[in-house]
C-alpha cells in the first residue's frame, strides 16, 4: 500500500474505533483478556491444580481449527469457572466492550453446574450479574443491575462515547443464556426457566452454541420452542457445519436471529435470503476456523448486494484476538465500503437487538445524532 493508502487505512481504522457499535454475537469465555487467563492460570499453577508450562502455549497460540476451539473452551473453564473469576471476567469483559464504543452489548454465556466448585446455573448467573454491578470504570446505562440510568443526561446526548470532556464511556448491557449442544433436554429447559427468572436482571434470550458435531436438533427443540412460547427470543448457531438436516430444522423453526450461517447448500440459502432472519457475521471466527476460506470470499457479500440483515460482531474476541472495530475495518477495507455504509450497517444493527423499545430508542437516537 502506499503512502496515501496507509493513511486512509488509518483514517478508517480510527473511524471504526470511535464510532458507536452494536455486539449482539460474543461469548463471555471466549472473550476474556489473554493477560487475565494467563494470570488465573499461574494461580493455579502455584496451587498444583495444573502445570501452567503446559498450559500457557495452548492459552497464547493463535490459529485454530473449530475443533481446536472446544478443546481451548474446556481448558479455559477450567481455569476461569469459579464464582470471583467469572465476577472478574464478566466486569473487565463489559469494560473492554465499552472502551472501544461499543454502546449496546447482548453478551452471552452458558450457566453451569460445577458440584467441586459448589457452582449451580443459578449461582453462576448471579456471579455473573455480580460482575455487571462491580463495572465502575465504566457506566451501565438503563441498567436493571443496580445503577440506574440517569435520564436527565440522555435528554441531549443520551450516551456519548466520543471521549468529550471527563464524562466515562457507556454502554448497555444485556445477557443472552447460552444452551451448549453437550446439555440433554431437562438441562436445556433449565437454562429456559434459569433466563425466565432473570429477565427482570437483564436476561433477553436463548442462544444455542457449543461443538457443532456434537448433539442433535430434537434435543433442543422442546426447550428453544418452550422459550419462544414464553415470548424469550431465540438466536442459533446455524452451519458452522455441513448438516443439511440440521440446517433445514433450524430455518422451518425461524429463530430470531441466526448466527454464521456458512455451510448452507443452494435452497437454503435461498430459503435464508427470503426469511430475512437477521445473521450475526463473525468474519474473523470464520475465517480462523476454516469456515469460509478467506474474509473476501465470505457470505458477506451476498447478502449485503440484496440488503439482508446483518450484524457485524466478533464471537469470540479473546480466542480470535480481534475486537468489533478490528471486524468493522475488516469489512469496510476487504469490501471497499464508505464511511457512510459503515454508518448505515452499524445503524440497522438496532433493528435485530432483543432487548425493548425503550432502549432501541436511545440507541437509535445515538446513532442519528453521529456525524459520520
Ligand atoms: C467458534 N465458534 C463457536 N461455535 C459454537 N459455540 C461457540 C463458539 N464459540 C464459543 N462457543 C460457545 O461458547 C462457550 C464459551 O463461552 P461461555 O462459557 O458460554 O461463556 C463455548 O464453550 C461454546 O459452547
Ligand atoms: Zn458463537
Redesign the pocket.
Known amino acids: 500500500m502506499d503512502g496515501a493508502g496507509d493513511a486512509a487505512g488509518e483514517d478508517m481504522k480510527a473511524w471504526c474505533r470511535a464510532h458507536p457499535k452494536i455486539e449482539l454475537h460474543a ?5 476474556i483478556r489473554e493477560s487475565t487467563l494467563l494470570e488465573l492460570a499461574k494461580d493455579l499453577g502455584e496451587k498444583g491444580v495444573i502445570v501452567f508450562e503446559d498450559v500457557e502455549h495452548i492459552i497464547t497460540k493463535s490459529g485454530r481449527s ?1 475443533p481446536e ?2 478443546i481451548l ?2 481448558l ?2 477450567v481455569i476461569a ?1 469459579d464464582h470471583n473469576s467469572v465476577t472478574r471476567i464478566t466486569r473487565e469483559v463489559v469494560e473492554d466492550f465499552a472502551a472501544e464504543n461499543v454502546v449496546y452489548l447482548e453478551l ?3 450457566p ?1 453446574n460445577n458440584e467441586s466448585k459448589g457452582m449451580t446455573k443459578r449461582s453462576y448467573m448471579k456471579a455473573v450479574l455480580d460482575g455487571l454491578s462491580a463495572v465502575d470504570t465504566v457506566e451501565l446505562v438503563s441498567s436493571p443491575f443496580g445503577k440506574q440510568c440517569d435520564n436527565s443526561a440522555k435528554s441531549s446526548m443520551p450516551f456519548c462515547n466520543r471521549g468529550c470532556g471527563a464524562q466515562r464511556k457507556r454502554i448497555c448491557v444485556r445477557l443472552l443464556l ?1 444452551i ?3 446439555e440433554t433436554t431437562a438441562a436445556a429447559m433449565e437454562t429456559v426457566n434459569l433466563a425466565l427468572e432473570l429477565r427482570d436482571s437483564g436476561v433477553v434470550g436463548i442462544d444455542l ?4 458435531l456434537i448433539g442433535k436438533w430434537q434435543t433442543f427443540l422442546p426447550a428453544l420452542t418452550y422459550a419462544r412460547e414464553k415470548g424469550l427470543p431465540v438466536t442459533i ?1 446455524c452451519g ?1 457445519v455441513p448438516n443439511k438436516e440440521e440446517v433445514n430444522a433450524i430455518l422451518d423453526f425461524c429463530p430470531d436471529r441466526i ?2 450461517a456458512c455451510f448452507l447448500d443452494e435452497d437454503d440459502w435461498q430459503k435464508l435470503k427470503a426469511s430475512k432472519i437477521p445473521i450475526e457475521i ?1 468474519l474473523t ?1 470464520n475465517c480462523k ?1 476454516n469456515c469460509v476460506p478467506s474474509i473476501k470470499d465470505h457470505h458477506f457479500v451476498d447478502l449485503y448486494s440484496i440488503d439482508h440483515p446483518m450484524i457485524l460482531c466478533t ?2 474476541p479473546g ?2 484476538s480481534t475486537s468489533v472495530s478490528n471486524e468493522y475495518y475488516l469489512a469496510a477495507s476487504t469490501f471497499e465500503l464508505s464511511k457512510s455504509e459503515m454508518h448505515h450497517l452499524a445503524f440497522i444493527a438496532v433493528d435485530s437487538i432483543f432487548a425493548d423499545d425503550g432502549v432501541k430508542h436511545l440507541l437509535e437516537e445515538i446513532f442519528e445524532s453521529y456525524e459520520e
Open positions: 461469548h463471555l469465555n471466549g472473550s473449530l476451539c472446544f473452551f474446556d479455559f473453564h469457572t452471552r454465556t452458558t453451569k447460552s451448549d449442544r453437550r452454541s457449543g461443538n457443532p448457531h458452522e448466527g454464521h463473525c471466527s476456523t464471537d469470540d480466542l480470535f
